[in-house]
């Protein structure tokens, strides 16, 4: 997902990269709850496609295809009125176990992207794509820590275009996570927790990025997550990128197939917004281990 934030002129630039998340139940209990893990990697739409503090195991993997959408109003800016604005994009995830400690990731998309007055702009074409890896660091009983890093590589090629403007620079990030597994009564569950801090050029400033999920495996085949993507970037003083907070709440059902195909549905909305805009929309996924 990408938030705005507004420019000199009046009209929302977007400032953060887009992504989507998601994964696999259905195996015995701690195979599924490394797919679980690299499951609330993927389900959603807020933030960028990361894998969870869970590694693969030595030669699987997993492929996501998303397909997602939102509309909303960016923050009045210079005396305009809020700006609309909606967005759908079509998200392909790839992850690898190349160790039982080390997973390659990967992700890239296509997004339609479409701002309303004062400036209405319209882009097609290429999302961020990245690619990256994720180390397990240490595990201890249901703990697991790992850490992640991740280039970002940009589609949009026109700065001066109100809906590419702030995402036609490179980004790179460094990411720490922790998840273990819990049982609440007779239901298992997880915990998955970040914190990242992601560097971004060609104007945006700098973001932190803290994500949370939950989620609880009603029975072998459904999964309920509920997830918290918030981001807050570093301090500005560019009258066009200022500095921007945001928070997107989300709510996915998964349902296993079989032990190889499952399908998502999520709905996601922002609950906080700092002069950036806002986000109410729907995710659909199918993904594929192998």
């Given amino acids: 997902m990408r938030p705005l934030v507004p420019n000199e002129g009046g009209a929302p630039a977007r400032t953060t990269l887009g992504g989507t998340f998601l994964t ?18 993927v389900v ?36 305009n009125p809020p700006v609309n604005q909606s967005r759908v994009d ?13 997973t390659i990731f990967g992700q890239t998309a296509l997004e339609h992207y ?12 290429f999302d961020y794509s990245d690619v990256g890896l994720r180390a397990k660091l240490w595990s201890t009983g249901d703990w697991v820590f790992s850490g992640e890093a991740t280039g970002f590589i940009a589609g949009a090629r026109d700065p001066n275009a109100p ?8 980004a790179g990030e460094a990411r720490l996570n922790a998840g ?16 990242a801090y992601r560097l971004r050029t060609e104007g945006p400033p700098d973001e932190w990025h803290g994500d949370l999920t939950v989620g609880f495996k ?36 998964v349902y ?7 399908v998502q549905l999520g709905l996601f909305s922002t609950v906080w917004t700092v002069k950036t805009n806002t986000q109410h929309g729907v995710a659909l996924a199918v993904w594929r281990s192998f």
């Fill in 24 to 41: 696999r139940a259905g195996l015995k209990l701690r195979r599924s709850w490394v797919a679980a893990g690299a499951f609330a990697a």
């Fill in 44 to 79: 959603g739409a807020p933030a960028g496609a990361f894998g969870g503090a869970w590694t693969l195991p030595q030669g699987s993997g997993q492929l996501i295809a998303t397909l997602y959408g939102w509309t909303g109003f960016g923050p009045p800016w210079g005396g």
């Fill in 90 to 102: 079509a998200q392909t995830y790839v992850q690898y176990g190349l160790t039982d400690s080390l």
């Fill in 114 to 125: 479409a701002l309303g007055d004062p400036t209405p702009n319209t882009y097609n074409g």
């Fill in 163 to 170: 809906a590419q403007e702030g995402n036609t620079g490179w």
């Fill in 180 to 195: 273990t597994n819990f049982r609440l009564g007779a239901i298992p569950g997880f915990i998955d927790a970040e914190v």
């Fill in 218 to 253: 009603f029975t072998p085949r459904l999964t309920l997550m509920l997830q918290d993507f918030t981001t807050v970037s570093a301090v500005s003083t560019d009258p066009t990128f200022s500095e921007w907070r945001q928070s997107v709440v989300e709510a996915s059902l």
């Fill in 256 to 262: 296993a197939l079989d032990d190889k195909w499952s």
